[in-house]
């Protein structure tokens, strides 16, 4: 095909103004300019594109299918324009991907503190589970991803950033009924029926069930929240007792009323928090500036827990 982005241009303008004339002037042609356009398009596409009128144009079925994929490629050569215009003027864009039981705690003070790095940089943000951005990232959809380590996946660079320890939550009643001593309470010690867990599919659900020696199958264990929000609140109001990252602490304690922790003896269980990149993405530093931004945020966070 031998088209052109004027000559889709210049159609869409005459289906939206209805009228060669105000077509004409929207584009800043002249109505014979923009008729020959028009025509040639017809040419090519080989068959009339719109039913001309003495004071209108009304669009054939052939016409609409062309409008159709004009404005989808109209649309795409806007947006390759931008990046154009961006690199020009040393504006960069970052797609960066996290799992849901990071992105809320971690993302405010990154996002902050990336900003007054760059304010020339674009951060484009993604939360889906590990296997989802996994797959987006091998694709090339994302640049980095923040995420559990390890991801045993060939082909990426992994970086660990900070370690995210394990706290029993609960209500205190909850807390104060497993033993006069819960400093001695290990998580291979709790029942399955006292667990409450993410519905199956979150990388914190493994990480939870293999800390406590269980396994999905194990009886009498609850899968349904979807969040850390929503997990908390139930534990808060004395359904039942889960495994909170440090990470999200001091938020959802001031969210969930009624929600209380307490620290397993040593070696207390955690998870190491790191960043992934593809193996063949070219490095000029961002990813290492990156880490460091990342890491200095999360570390932040749980040292704050600790204190």
């Known amino acids: ?147 559990a380590l390890p991801t045993s996946t060939p082909g990426l660079v992994e970086l660990p950033l900070f370690e995210d320890r394990f706290l029993l939550a609960g209500s205190a009643s909850r807390l104060r009924a497993l033993s006069q001593d819960g400093s001695n309470l290990r998580p291979e010690d709790l029942k399955s029926e006292q667990l409450m867990l993410l519905e199956d599919g979150h990388c914190l659900t493994d990480q939870a069930l293999e800390v406590c020696g269980m396994m999905a199958s194990s009886p009498s264990i609850n899968m349904g929240a979807g969040s850390l929000a929503t997990l908390s609140r139930l534990v808060a109001a004395g359904f039942g007792l889960t495994l909170m990252p440090e990470l999200a602490m001091k938020s959802e304690c001031e969210a969930a009323n009624g929600l209380e922790v307490q620290r397993f003896p040593e070696p207390q269980p955690a998870r190491q928090i790191g960043l992934v990149r593809r193996h063949t993405t070219a490095g000029d530093g961002w990813f290492e500036q990156l880490a460091e931004t990342v890491k200095s945020v999360g570390q932040e966070i749980v040292m704050e827990s600790r204190n």
């Open 1 to 147: 095909m031998n088209f052109t982005l004027r000559q889709l241009s210049y159609f869409k303008s005459l289906c939206q103004h209805r009228n060669f004339g105000r077509a004409a002037e929207a584009c800043h042609v002249s109505q014979p300019a923009l008729s020959v356009q028009i025509r040639t398009l017809e040419e090519i596409m080989g068959a009339p594109l719109v039913e001309r009128r003495s004071r209108d144009v009304i669009q054939t079925p052939l016409g609409r299918q062309v409008l159709a994929q004009a404005e989808v490629l109209l649309d795409a050569a806007q947006v390759l324009d931008k990046v154009a215009r961006d690199r020009g003027a040393g504006r960069r864009t970052l797609s960066l991907g996290l799992i849901p039981t990071l992105a809320p705690y971690l993302l405010p003070g990154t996002l902050s503190k990336l900003r007054s790095q760059d304010l020339q940089l674009n951060v484009q943000i993604r939360e889906a589970r590990t296997e989802s951005l996994l797959s987006e990232l091998q694709m090339g959809a994302l640049d980095a991803v923040i995420l």
